[in-house]
C-alpha cells in the first residue's frame, strides 16, 4: 500500500474496546481541525470535524476532542470493530485553503 | 453523489518522461485542491483551484509540476519532465467553500524509474 516506508505509530486494540489517537498540532492560530481515515489503496476519508470555538464534539461512535491550552487534539472511537482498521490523520487549518497533515497513526484491530 | 474521481489510478513512467493526472472534483464544487505525499512524508498542500483561477499555488515544488482546470470543472497536474523524487501519491480533493470540509478522491500513485 501507499504507507509503504512511511513509519507510524501503530495503536493495537482489541475488537470492542475504545479506542484513543492522538495528534498535537503546530500552529495556535490554527481555527479548524479534521480527522480523516484513509484505507488502504483509498483517500482519505472525512471522518469528523471541529472549530476552535468548541473543545467536543461528537457523532456516530467517535469523538473529539480539542485542548487549544497544549495544542492538542484526540479522536476517541467507541466499540472498535475491524472495520475501523486504517490510518488516521489529524489536519489542521488556519482559515486558509491548504490543509496541514499530522504523519498518521495506524490503528490495528484484533479480535 | 459521485465523490470526487481520479485517473489513472497507478501510473509508472521512467525518469524524464511526462505524465498527466486528472481530477474530477464532486459536482457543483467550486475549490479543488491538490495534495500529495511522498515516501515517508506527510501529506502536503500542491496547490488550490478556485473555478479555474489559480489561488495558492504555494505548494508546488518547481516549474516542472504545471495545473490547469480549464473551465472550472474537472482539473489536470502535468509533470514534465518527471524525476524519480516525484514519486509518491497525489490525492486532489474539492469542497464548497475555500475553508469547508474537503473531500478526497482515491488518489493516483505515481513511479518514476
Known amino acids: 500500500g501507499e504507507s509503504v516506508g512511511l513509519h507510524l505509530p501503530t495503536l493495537s486494540v482489541q475488537e470492542g474496546d475504545n479506542s484513543i489517537i492522538n495528534c498535537a498540532y503546530s500552529?495556535?492560530?490554527?481555527?479548524?481541525f479534521i480527522w480523516y481515515k484513509q484505507e488502504s489503496g483509498k483517500g482519505p476519508q472525512f471522518i469528523i470535524d471541529?472549530?476552535?470555538?468548541?473543545d467536543k464534539r461528537q457523532g456516530q461512535r467517535v469523538t473529539v476532542l480539542l485542548n487549544k491550552t497544549v495544542k492538542h487534539l484526540s479522536l476517541q472511537i467507541a466499540a472498535t470493530q475491524p472495520g475501523d482498521s486504517a490510518v488516521y490523520f489529524c489536519?489542521?487549518?488556519?482559515?486558509?485553503?491548504?490543509?496541514?497533515f499530522g504523519t498518521g497513526t495506524r490503528l490495528q484491530v484484533f479480535p | 453523489e459521485a465523490g470526487v474521481t481520479q485517473f489513472p489510478s497507478h501510473s509508472v513512467i521512467e525518469k524524464g518522461q511526462t505524465v498527466t493526472l486528472r481530477c474530477d472534483p464532486i459536482?457543483?464544487?467550486?475549490?479543488l485542491y491538490w495534495y500529495r505525499r511522498v515516501m515517508g512524508k506527510e501529506i502536503k498542500f500542491l496547490l488550490h483551484?478556485?473555478?479555474?483561477?489559480?489561488?495558492?499555488e504555494s505548494g508546488m515544488p518547481n516549474n516542472r509540476f504545471l495545473a490547469e482546470r480549464t473551465g472550472g470543472t474537472y482539473s489536470t497536474l502535468k509533470v514534465q519532465p518527471a524525476e524519480l523524487e516525484d514519486s509518491g501519491v497525489y490525492f486532489c480533493?474539492?469542497?464548497?467553500?475555500?475553508?469547508?470540509?474537503?473531500?478526497f478522491g482515491p488518489g493516483t500513485r505515481l513511479t518514476v524509474l
Open positions: 483551484f478556485v473555478k479555474e483561477s489559480k489561488q495558492d
Open positions: 480533493a474539492s469542497s464548497q467553500g475555500p475553508t469547508d470540509t474537503q473531500y
Open positions: 471541529i472549530r476552535s470555538n468548541m
Open positions: 500552529n495556535s492560530a490554527s481555527d479548524y
Open positions: 459536482s457543483g464544487h467550486d475549490n
Open positions: 489536519a489542521e487549518n488556519m482559515n486558509t485553503d491548504k490543509l496541514i
